[in-house]
């Protein structure tokens, strides 16, 4: 069974950094590439970041692109997202997604997801 | 970059059928497979239809995916309405470094 377990949310003041972590089990976590998606409260899904199964290449939505950096450790079957400079903005719940498979990332099972928020 | 667009809302009874539709502003929407989620209150989004019109294993076959490009959008719909189908469900489709959910659409069965 596909399990994902993100974490590393919490409150954070507007220019911090916070480091999430999302474990994966229950597939060949080297064999799939993985998705941060995030949903602010009471709003839709917007796709955050991508990483490919080896970690060699990286997408990112424009609202995160030179703040966010999507990263894998694939020895400890984890994915990791660094928010730098953060905003009242990025306030969201954060979702690791598993990709469908190696060659198309979309997202297939979710995770229950962390929550950030960005507050004074 | 490209949008997707949903009705923000669609109401039905049940056993009804009932189609939500996914408008590609730019670029055609057969290039780029799309996906649909469910999210019910409070809990992560699930995974209805992949690849155009593909249900994973467990999705009953109530729920079907299709797509039209004379109006570049996807159609999901959903036969026999039950009220446990009442939830939000979104769009998704992706180009070579960006992916896209449409802003959702809740289904109220009633």
């Known amino acids: 069974e596909v399990q994902l377990l993100e974490s590393g949310g919490g409150l954070v003041q507007p220019g911090g950094s916070l480091r999430l972590s999302c474990a994966a089990s229950?597939?060949?976590?080297?064999?799939?590439?993985m998705n941060w998606v995030r949903q602010a409260p009471g709003k839709g899904l917007e796709w955050v970041s991508v990483i490919t199964a080896s970690g060699g290449t990286t997408y990112y939505a424009d609202s995160v692109k030179g703040r966010f950096t999507v990263s894998r450790d694939n020895s400890k079957n984890t994915l990791y997202l660094q928010m730098n400079s953060l905003r009242a903005e990025d306030t969201a719940l954060y979702y690791c997604?598993?990709?469908?498979?190696?060659?198309?990332?979309?997202?297939?099972?979710w995770g229950q997801g962390t929550l950030v928020t960005v507050s004074s | 970059n490209f949008m997707l667009t949903q009705p923000h809302s669609v109401s039905e009874s049940p056993g009804k059928t009932v189609t939500i539709s996914c408008t590609r502003s730019?670029?055609?929407?057969?290039?780029?497979?799309v996906q649909w989620y469910q999210q019910r209150p409070g809990s992560s989004p699930t995974t209805v239809i992949y690849?155009?019109?593909?249900?994973p294993s467990g999705v009953p076959d109530r729920f079907s995916g299709s797509i039209d490009s004379s109006s570049n959008s996807a159609s999901l719909t959903i036969s026999g309405l039950k009220t446990e189908d009442e939830a939000d469900y979104y769009c998704h489709s992706y180009d070579s470094s960006n992916q896209v959910f449409g802003g959702g659409t809740k289904l109220t069965v009633l």
């Open positions: 997604a598993k990709g469908l498979r190696n060659s198309l990332a979309v997202p297939d099972y």
């Open positions: 229950g597939f060949i976590f080297s064999s799939y590439g």
């Open positions: 730019s670029g055609s929407i057969a290039s780029n497979f």
């Open positions: 690849e155009d019109n593909q249900r």
